[in-house]
């Protein structure tokens, strides 16, 4: 019975991905790709699996390629864990890291560090992607009024990567999507954010897309593992 139970789960489990899946290539590529510039990084947390890819078109016109838009990818090829965890700096410390020089204010921070696992027949290695927390933008706001020393700063919006742990620092995109392109493979993925649904992007983007919304050359989207 309980190995009946662990089955029907797997099999729920593995239907709700494809149902997220097919969701992602019916919807407007535009919105797919528009970041949430308001979600918390410690909203990132937890399991996920990737659901779709994305070539953006002016992107393959610049490089000959034939595909762009939301492509397909393998069921579960890709699955990521991510955490947010208290920037080192902190530890032993109530001040923690200087975030505003001039206001000679420290806080707390979190950085991000999510680990990937593939498919055994791309790779058995798995990879890891740092985010720290000084990869966001750091604009002040009106959330920082009221800040007062040892306090917790969160992160939002977009990051930009500061190491990409991988054989293949594009993550196996041209492996995964079957879009071999020399110019994709010799980029490393750039940034992390959540889009408007909910769902986690790792992407490629000549644009600063920390600082505002840009031009996305290849991305991954990531739905949340059920």
């Not at 992107?59 to 990818?73: P, R, S």
Request: aromatic share 10%.
């Amino acid at each position: 019975m309980k190995k009946f139970l662990s089955l029907l789960l797997a099999a729920m489990m593995l239907i709700s991905c494809v149902a997220f899946a097919e969701n992602i290539l019916e919807a407007d590529p535009e919105e797919v790709m528009t970041f949430n510039r308001k979600t918390p990084i410690t909203d990132w947390e937890g399991e996920w699996v990737l659901a779709a890819a994305y070539i953006g078109e002016d992107f393959a016109d610049e490089n000959d390629i034939d595909t762009f838009g939301l492509l397909a990818v393998p069921e579960k090829a890709v699955t990521m864990t991510v955490k947010a965890l208290l920037d080192a700096s902190a530890t032993g410390s109530d001040a923690g890291v200087m975030v505003d020089q001039a206001a000679y204010i420290h806080t707390h921070v979190h950085d991000i560090e999510a680990t990937l696992q593939f498919d055994a027949s791309i790779t058995e290695e798995p990879a890891t992607l740092k985010l720290p927390w000084d990869g966001w933008d750091a604009t002040k706001d009106e959330e920082w009024t009221g800040w007062s020393e040892g306090a917790t700063y969160i992160s939002k919006g977009v990051g930009k990567l500061s190491k990409v742990a991988a054989e293949d620092k594009s993550l196996y995109f041209g492996q995964i999507t079957g879009v071999e392109n020399e110019a994709i493979s010799d980029e490393n993925m750039k940034y992390m954010g959540m889009n408007e649904a909910g769902q986690l992007i790792v992407c490629y983007s000549d644009d600063n897309m920390v600082k505002k919304d840009g031009d996305v050359a290849f991305a991954y989207i990531f739905v949340r593992a059920e």
